[in-house]
């Protein structure tokens, strides 16, 4: 049998065919504001579909109107569609926070996924849209966390604010303040993330006096890896092996 997952995100929208082993086979990736997308995922259904696959789907969503377009497309096609916020995710993490209802279930997933993975105090760090940090405690809390505007969305905007700056792509490791524009932006923006990531993790560290596991996912994190005062590992798909915990929970 095989099952699938999947993550809506600002930017892209990720599906993933998982085996019997629980293992992701096959990894489907779409452009969340595409104009194309009903018709790209319409294309893509027969493959998803074909090979003994259970008709449940799970996914975590922070686009409600994306995961209502997907699951009038895959219910046409038989399929029952869940978000991972419909179940009591109490059994699996305690959630510390005042108003769970906010917490998005991207930031959820990473928990659910870091914790069952490593078993140990964890600070998640995640480069998508925004960039965010959650923490997670022995014997598996949620404690909240820390959002922050992601790395690509603010250059975007400082290029759609500015008329005279130029757009550009953030390279790794300079090594000077910039000597032209480009430099002076990119020097700005990577050792400004540097600077933000690291008094983040020191002030977490430190208010609870305790050793964190730091775990990078997204976009960013082959850049930031060893600019952490502190080890890092990366885990690219910890947000699909929290929706597969989920899933192994409540609907099998």
């Not at 996914?59 to 109107?65: G, I, K, L, M």
């Not at 990119?186 to 983040?200: T, V």
Request: proline letters at 2%; one cysteine or more; charged letters at 25%.
């Amino acid at each position: 049998m095989n099952y699938l997952i999947g993550d809506i995100g600002n930017t892209s929208l990720k599906i993933c065919k998982i085996n019997n082993k629980f293992r992701i086979v096959k990894t489907f990736l779409f452009r969340t504001k595409s104009v194309y997308l009903e018709k790209n995922l319409k294309k893509k259904i027969n493959q998803l579909a074909k090979n003994n696959t259970c008709n449940k789907i799970l996914f975590s969503s922070v686009v409600p109107h994306i995961y209502r377009k997907i699951d009038k497309i895959f219910r046409k096609k038989n399929f029952k569609i869940f978000e991972i916020k419909k179940f009591n995710l109490n059994k699996l993490l305690k959630f510390r926070v005042k108003r769970y209802s906010q917490l998005g279930s991207d930031r959820i997933a990473n928990a659910i996924g870091a914790y069952y993975k490593f078993k140990t105090n964890c600070i998640v760090i995640d480069f998508g849209t925004a960039t965010t940090f959650d923490v997670i405690k022995k014997p598996g809390m949620y404690d909240g966390g820390v959002i922050t505007p992601g790395i690509a969305l603010s250059i975007e905007n400082l290029f759609s604010s500015t008329a005279l700056l130029p757009t550009f792509k953030l390279k790794k490791y300079p090594t000077n303040y910039g000597k032209n524009t480009k430099e002076a932006l990119n020097s700005g923006f990577f050792w400004g993330y540097q600077g933000l990531i690291n008094n983040i993790v020191k002030k977490i560290i430190k208010k609870n006096n305790k050793n964190f596991k730091i775990i990078l996912t997204g976009g960013y994190s082959n850049f930031f890896k060893d600019k952490i005062f502190k080890q890092a590992t990366i885990e690219k798909d910890i947000t699909i092996q929290g929706i597969l915990k989920v899933y192994r929970k409540f609907l099998i």
